[in-house]
């Protein structure tokens, strides 16, 4: 398995983020309803759900739905913003097989290392005939922001190092599912756009939420302290505000479904 991302970087900057998420609490709300609107469209019941790395944002939004939740983080400050959140690992979950009607990882998966692997876990567990929903930034996300970081670095310092996460394309994701296992598995993209009138705010939110860089073979200089203000300078504009996108991949599999789940 290759080692892409520094885990305990991951760790670290959930758990910083636990105090401050509930600031970008609406962007990941936003994504997090376009996902569970996939429970729109079956009239199968779901009793019991998994919320992986839900950040206090999805259990609430399977709960109003009326299904009972568990939650868990790789950080145990951002599990604990759940009721009886667990501290768990993606890539080592404890629960026991078939646990679950319904598990849900809405832009959950993407620093993990083992992706197949994780898969395989949520698809175990699944109970047979649950649902798999999830969530993961496609190749396309942030694209402003990395090229303008890659410009800015590269007038600098002559080179560029890793900032941004690489992303999957959307073609891997149904790939990844069939990999693991699932039935019928379906992946679409959803575009997410953001603007922002102060630049430097993209740079906060991704810190409150958690998500500043953990790439393994991430530059550990200090860097420039023109780099960050020269790429913002260069992000490219609408209506006079900065753009930042979010492209995301939205994953559906099935566990063991003889037939095709009934419409509404």
Same mark, same amino acid.
């Given at each position: 398995?290759?080692?892409?991302?520094?885990?305990?970087?991951?760790?670290?900057?959930?758990?910083?983020?636990?105090?401050?998420?509930?600031?970008?609490?609406?962007?990941?709300?936003?994504?997090?309803?376009?996902?569970?609107?996939?429970?729109?469209?079956?009239?199968?019941?779901?009793?019991?759900?998994?919320?992986?790395?839900?950040?206090?944002? &999805? %259990?609430?939004?399977?709960?109003?739905?009326?299904? @009972?939740?568990? !939650?868990? $983080? =790789?950080?145990?400050?951002?599990? +604990? /913003?759940?009721?009886?959140? &667990? %501290?768990?690992?993606?890539?080592?979950?404890?629960? @026991?097989?078939? !646990?679950? $009607? =319904?598990?849900?990882?809405?832009? +959950? /998966?993407?620093?993990?290392?083992?992706?197949?692997?994780?898969?395989?876990?949520?698809?175990?567990?699944?109970?047979?005939?649950?649902?798999?929903?999830?969530?993961?930034?496609?190749?396309?996300?942030?694209?402003?922001?990395?090229?303008?970081?890659?410009?800015?670095?590269?007038?600098?310092?002559?080179?560029?190092?890793?900032?941004?996460?690489?992303?999957?394309?959307?073609?891997?994701?149904?790939?990844?599912?069939?990999?693991?296992?699932?039935?019928?598995?379906?992946?679409?993209?959803?575009?997410?756009?953001?603007l922002y009138a102060e630049p430097l705010m993209l740079l906060r939110e991704l810190r409150w939420a958690g998500e500043t860089n953990a790439i393994a073979?991430?530059?550990?200089?200090?860097?420039p302290r023109a780099l960050f203000a020269a790429a913002l300078a260069a992000l490219p504009e609408q209506d006079g505000r900065a753009v930042a996108t979010?492209?995301?991949?939205?994953?559906?599999?099935?566990?063991?479904?003889?037939?095709?789940?009934?419409?509404?």
């Amino acid at each position: 398995m290759q080692i892409v991302f520094d885990r305990a970087a991951v760790r670290r900057h959930r758990e910083r983020a636990a105090t401050t998420v509930d600031r970008v609490a609406p962007v990941l709300a936003d994504a997090a309803e376009r996902l569970l609107e996939r429970l729109d469209d079956t009239t199968r019941h779901f009793a019991t759900a998994l919320d992986i790395g839900g950040r206090g944002v &999805v %259990a609430p939004l399977l709960r109003a739905r009326g299904i @009972a939740t568990v !939650s868990c $983080d =790789l950080s145990p400050r951002m599990a +604990a /913003l759940n009721p009886d959140g &667990v %501290a768990a690992d993606e890539e080592c979950l404890p629960f @026991a097989d078939a !646990s679950f $009607d =319904l598990v849900v990882a809405s832009l +959950a /998966l993407h620093w993990v290392n083992d992706l197949p692997g994780a898969l395989l876990l949520i698809r175990r567990a699944l109970r047979p005939g649950g649902l798999f929903l999830g969530s993961i930034p496609l190749l396309g996300t942030l694209a402003e922001l990395r090229a303008a970081l890659g410009e800015a670095e590269a007038a600098l310092r002559g080179g560029m190092s890793p900032r941004v996460s690489p992303f999957p394309a959307l073609g891997d994701c149904a790939g990844l599912l069939l990999r693991a296992g699932f039935s019928l598995p379906v992946a679409d993209a959803e575009e997410i756009r953001l603007l922002y009138a102060e630049p430097l705010m993209l740079l906060r939110e991704l810190r409150w939420a958690g998500e500043t860089n953990a790439i393994a073979e991430r530059e550990k200089r200090t860097p420039p302290r023109a780099l960050f203000a020269a790429a913002l300078a260069a992000l490219p504009e609408q209506d006079g505000r900065a753009v930042a996108t979010l492209r995301l991949g939205m994953l559906t599999g099935w566990k063991e479904v003889a037939s095709p789940p009934v419409p509404t």
